[in-house]
């Protein structure tokens, strides 16, 4: 694999005092393109053989363009508080909005390539974590990101002299550790790995470069030409796109107005017809006069839920004393125990979901929980892949996240209300999946829960907000028009179960019709789940000596 890496390609000085100043400047250029059109983020990915030049050539890339609008992450051993979150919240917090180069070294490939040399996991396992960051990057270029992945490669000899290069130079000695002899003494398992993790990983979407790193006049020129044409290439396509776009919206807007203008003249001649038989007392045919457009109402999860359970006033006192008094104990005990939680909560407008929370945080230490309402992504987060922003959020271990609203939003009023596409939306339950695996896999509890209440009850409670003055704010435009479209959600939230609930996130469906029941409900989940955990927690202890 590695053999047209190893053939002693250079490049002159003389030549490369030529090409340097003009890739330099269409470097400029593609730069402040990608900056003024603020479409998609690039990242450039970078790993390779010790003492190839992957550093040198992103601190000459930062010097070639404006550093300004780049990202340069280099991730080392985790912190504290990257170990106490799953392995790629780091990752996902480091990625650059659109508009703006990231520059990553030893990043995502970095640990499972380690982790197989040193022998600490199987072939079986390094796959698994291939797996992992091919769905990360497919993700990310899904949603519009442009992914560059070079590899420099030195031959086992080239490496040898490079680092004793750098060793005689008082100036560039530091930069050769033991660690880099001793990764050069394991050359051939290095080799056997990387080879193992090009073939995995390298996709159509985003395929792996593999740069000869002998020669830094041509790895530098090499991999600037790479970039330069990968942003062109990549913006040329993006102007075409919107050509096309606007070709068919104007052609839409024609179409419309001509169906529009024949609907008029129809019923200017409806209007004749029925003056002329005004006499004519036949009975109507109801199967013409059904609007052809109009659809029958399927049956839906929700459909089944019994909306008439409830709880009288004096059980939910006592019951929510005893419920709140068992998760305080639970929280304490996972608390103790390092054990996460990420509670989710969606619903209608008006179900409860804010009663719910309040009654759940009611039983936890303040210092220990975070609240997060979901709204309308802010400019910063609309810059991003959509689940940028909850990464950002996942709780510490030990502590409880309460997502208002959460990731599920892609799914439900993105594509209800047309603000994702089709394609977008129904590519985000295996990203959304893909997510929640990653949490559950790190150990966090994740309890999701669709607080659901009738139509009816929806109405009965809005026009009870709208008589209550400190409850009048939460009833909105936006509550009565997601009101108006109630079964294209209720078959979102259809579709969002039967693609969503995992048997290691699955949904609690919650009766809301009765809050004081819904309220109970969701906290006795809430302590299922944490007991099952601590329980498996506990399984997995090393037994005391005896």
């Given at each position: 694999?590695?053999?047209?890496?190893?053939?002693?390609?250079?490049?002159?000085?003389?030549?490369?005092?030529?090409?340097?100043?003009?890739?330099?400047?269409?470097?400029?250029?593609?730069?402040?393109?990608?900056?003024?059109?603020?479409?998609?983020?690039?990242?450039?990915?970078?790993?390779?053989?010790?003492?190839?030049?992957?550093?040198?050539?992103?601190?000459?890339?930062?010097?070639?363009?404006?550093?300004?609008?780049?990202?340069?992450?280099?991730?080392?051993?985790?912190?504290?508080?990257?170990?106490?979150?799953?392995?790629?919240?780091?990752?996902?917090?480091?990625?650059?909005?659109?508009?703006?180069?990231?520059?990553?070294?030893?990043?995502?490939?970095?640990?499972?390539?380690?982790?197989?040399?040193?022998?600490?996991?199987?072939?079986?396992?390094?796959?698994?974590?291939?797996?992992?960051?091919?769905?990360?990057?497919?993700?990310?270029?899904?949603?519009?990101?442009?992914?560059?992945?070079?590899?420099?490669?030195?031959?086992?000899?080239?490496?040898?002299?490079?680092?004793?290069?750098?060793?005689?130079?008082?100036?560039?000695?530091?930069?050769?550790?033991?660690?880099?002899?001793?990764?050069?003494?394991?050359?051939?398992?290095?080799?056997?790995?990387?080879?193992?993790?090009?073939?995995?990983?390298?996709?159509?979407?985003?395929?792996?470069?593999?740069?000869?790193?002998?020669?830094?006049?041509?790895?530098?020129?090499?991999?600037?030409?790479?970039?330069?044409?990968?942003?062109?290439?990549?913006?040329?396509?993006?102007?075409?796109?919107?050509?096309?776009?606007?070709?068919?919206?104007?052609?839409?807007?024609?179409?419309?107005?001509?169906?529009?203008?024949?609907l008029a003249e129809d019923q200017?001649?409806?209007?004749?017809?029925?003056?002329?038989?005004?006499?004519?007392?036949?009975?109507?045919?109801?199967?013409?006069?059904?609007?052809?457009?109009?659809?029958?109402?399927?049956?839906?999860?929700?459909?089944?839920?019994?909306?008439?359970l409830s709880l009288g006033k004096q059980d939910y006192k006592t019951q929510l004393e005893q419920a709140q008094g068992r998760l305080n104990e639970l929280y304490r005990k996972a608390r103790a125990r390092q054990v996460s939680t990420i509670l989710v909560l969606e619903g209608w407008d008006a179900a409860g979901k804010g009663g719910a929370i309040r009654r759940v945080i009611a039983a936890l230490d303040a210092r220990d929980y975070q609240v997060i309402p979901i709204s309308k992504p802010t400019d910063e987060e609309q810059a991003q892949h959509y689940l940028w922003r909850f990464w950002r959020y996942l709780p510490r271990a030990g502590r409880f996240t309460v997502f208002d609203r959460s990731w599920y939003g892609r799914v439900l009023v993105e594509r209800v209300e047309h603000f994702a596409t089709e394609a977008e939306w129904m590519r985000a339950y295996a990203e959304i999946n893909q997510f929640e695996q990653e949490l559950v896999q790190h150990g966090i509890v994740l309890v999701k829960f669709w607080v659901h209440i009738t139509k009816d009850e929806q109405m009965r409670r809005f026009k009870a907000r709208e008589q209550i003055a400190y409850k009048s704010w939460k009833l909105t435009e936006e509550d009565w028009r997601n009101r108006a479209n109630w079964d294209l959600y209720e078959q979102a939230v259809n579709d969002m179960v039967e693609r969503t609930s995992t048997g290691i996130a699955p949904w609690t469906l919650v009766e809301g019709n009765d809050k004081r029941y819904a309220r109970i409900k969701v906290i006795n989940t809430v302590c299922e789940r944490l007991q099952a955990a601590l329980d498996r927690h506990e399984g997995l202890q090393p037994a005391a000596s005896t």
């Open positions: 694999m590695f053999e047209t890496a190893q053939l002693g390609r250079t490049i002159s000085r003389a030549d490369y005092r030529k090409q340097e100043p003009l890739l330099r400047a269409e470097l400029l250029g593609v730069q402040q393109e990608l900056l003024r059109a603020v479409r998609f983020p690039v990242i450039v990915v970078f790993s390779g053989a010790d003492g190839a030049g992957k550093g040198e050539t992103v601190n000459l890339l930062n010097e070639w363009m404006d550093p300004r609008w780049i990202v340069t992450r280099a991730f080392s051993a985790m912190s504290d508080e990257e170990r106490e979150r799953p392995e790629y919240w780091r990752f996902w917090r480091s990625l650059p909005p659109k508009g703006v180069i990231g520059l990553f070294l030893s990043c995502w490939y970095s640990r499972p390539l380690l982790d197989r040399v040193y022998g600490r996991t199987t072939a079986s396992e390094l796959d698994e974590c291939l797996d992992k960051i091919v769905a990360f990057e497919k993700a990310l270029a899904d949603d519009g990101a442009l992914i560059l992945k070079f590899w420099m490669h030195l031959g086992r000899e080239h490496q040898k002299a490079r680092l004793k290069k750098l060793e005689r130079d008082p100036l560039t000695r530091w930069r050769v550790t033991e660690t880099d002899w001793k990764h050069w003494r394991m050359y051939d398992g290095f080799i056997a790995a990387n080879e193992r993790i090009i073939m995995r990983t390298s996709t159509g979407e985003v395929p792996w470069k593999i740069v000869e790193g002998s020669d830094a006049r041509y790895r530098s020129i090499t991999v600037g030409v790479a970039v330069r044409d990968a942003i062109r290439k990549r913006l040329a396509l993006m102007r075409v796109e919107e050509r096309v776009r606007e070709e068919l919206m104007q052609k839409r807007r024609e179409q419309q107005a001509a169906w529009l203008a024949a200017q001649d409806a209007t004749v017809e029925a003056m002329s038989d005004e006499d004519d007392n036949t009975p109507a045919d109801p199967a013409a006069a059904q609007d052809p457009g109009e659809v029958s109402r399927e049956h839906t999860i929700l459909s089944t839920l019994d909306m008439f």
